[in-house]
């Protein structure tokens, strides 16, 4: 089992930065990767980005060149430094952890979920 304390979010102006980082607990040893989902009002949850254990990353086409994933091995720790935000980046964000193949991520376990919202 692995748990995930999820930390950071918050309101920010567009153009703005916030980041979010996520604790993980647990048989770590069970997954090869770390990622993050948002779900927005009406919207299906979506990747946002994942980064495996082997440095592997993969971003949402819309975020890649404003977010980036990364992680604190010691700490067991992920982030997503969050940039030149925008009004539709607001979403609840989930941390999660499981498996990627490179292409495909797998996600087993789920971070309770936490807000950000970019106002215009």
């Known amino acids: 089992q692995v748990h995930l304390a999820e930390s950071g979010g918050g309101l920010a102006q567009a153009g703005g930065s916030l980041r979010l980082s996520c604790a993980a607990f647990?048989?770590?040893?069970?997954?090869?990767?770390l990622g993050w989902h948002r779900q927005a009002p009406g919207k299906q949850r979506e990747l946002v980005a994942v980064l495996s254990t082997g440095g592997t990353t993969k971003y949402l086409d819309s975020v890649k060149g404003r977010f980036t994933i990364s992680r604190d091995d010691a700490k067991n720790t992920v982030y997503l430094q969050m940039n030149v935000l925008k009004p539709e980046d607001t979403a609840v964000y989930y941390c999660n952890a499981g498996d990627y193949s490179g292409t495909d991520y797998y996600p087993k376990y789920w971070g309770q979920g936490t807000q950000v919202t970019v106002s215009s």
């Open positions: 647990g048989s770590i040893f069970s997954i090869n990767a």
